[in-house]
């Protein structure tokens, strides 16, 4: 059986608003990262939202997938959200981090310590954004204006 060519990784995100409101107790006091020894069951709960697409070089297996779409969604000199080959889906460009999943060919893997773990069961929120997405996204160099 020839392994499946992986074109795009979808990258999700923990919808911290939502996750605060419903299990404040996984959350440290004053911050929104998820705790992340608790991260895994949250992908049960419907409390991702889908952050970005990286489309993939040919010629990557699954792992090597894995770690190019993590790479491409981290904020390192510059904002993730200008790298070629990654669409922008939300409106909190952060760095993915542990417990964030990332889904290949319809199957989910959770981001861990230390690479990737299967997830079994991954639910994520079903959410349109109001603006378009190239509005949504805030590159680390934008500014917000309050009046």
């Known amino acids: 059986m020839t392994e499946k060519t992986i074109e795009v990784v979808d990258v999700y995100y923990i919808d911290t608003q939502k996750a605060h409101n419903q299990f404040s107790h996984l959350l440290p006091m004053l911050s929104f990262q998820i705790n992340p020894s608790h991260a895994e069951g949250l992908d049960k709960e419907g409390l991702y939202i889908k952050a970005a697409e990286v489309k993939v070089p040919k010629g990557k297996n699954l792992g090597q ?35 964030d999943v990332m889904v290949v060919n319809g199957k989910a893997y959770m981001v861990a310590s230390m690479g990737f773990k299967e997830v079994e069961q991954f639910r994520a929120l ?10 949504n996204c805030l590159s680390a160099d934008s500014s917000l204006e309050y009046k």
Do not use: F
């Open 65 to 99: 997938s894995l770690s190019y779409a993590y790479e491409m969604t981290q904020n390192l000199e510059n904002s993730w959200t200008d790298n070629p080959g990654v669409v922008c889906k939300t409106t909190r460009s952060r760095s993915s981090d542990v417990g």
């Open 126 to 135: 079903e959410k349109t954004p109001a603006k378009s997405i190239k509005d």
